[in-house]
């Protein structure tokens, strides 16, 4: 049993570790290179409709999320005129990687946290 607890607590600081460090990466763009990445997706709809959020923190840092999220599923946004394809093809490649990998962390983070619920619920470590 004491073999369980330890990996649920190792399992859940590793999950909090990749929150935080998702939650850096977004807090970095938002506060240093928003300014670039807006003037990057000028000609994408997507952006240009939410431009009404740019002037509060949580905005932009929704913004910012509503890029990565473009960008890691940039064909179906392409498709369905989200993203101009001109602002995608102009993305430097290591912008592409960090937007992707941001979103593989929140997505890696999600699914880890319903399955540790899920095994903390039936182990009895959490109440239902």
Do not use: H
Request: aromatic share 16%; net charge neutral.
């Amino acid at each position: 049993m004491d073999v369980w607890i330890g990996f649920f607590d190792f399992s859940l600081a590793v999950a909090c570790l990749i929150s935080i460090v998702g939650s850096l990466i977004i807090l970095y763009l938002v506060l240093f290179e928003f300014d670039n990445l807006m003037g990057r997706f000028r000609n994408s709809k997507a952006i240009s409709v939410r431009k009404g959020f740019v002037d509060s923190f949580w905005g932009r840092w929704f913004i910012v999320g509503t890029m990565c999220a473009m960008v890691t599923f940039s064909n179906k946004q392409i498709r369905q005129g989200a993203l101009d394809r001109e602002d995608y093809e102009n993305l430097p490649r290591w912008l592409v990687w960090l937007f992707r990998g941001v979103m593989s962390l929140a997505l890696f983070w999600l699914v880890s946290m319903v399955i540790l619920i899920e095994v903390g619920e039936s182990m009895g470590w959490m109440s239902k």
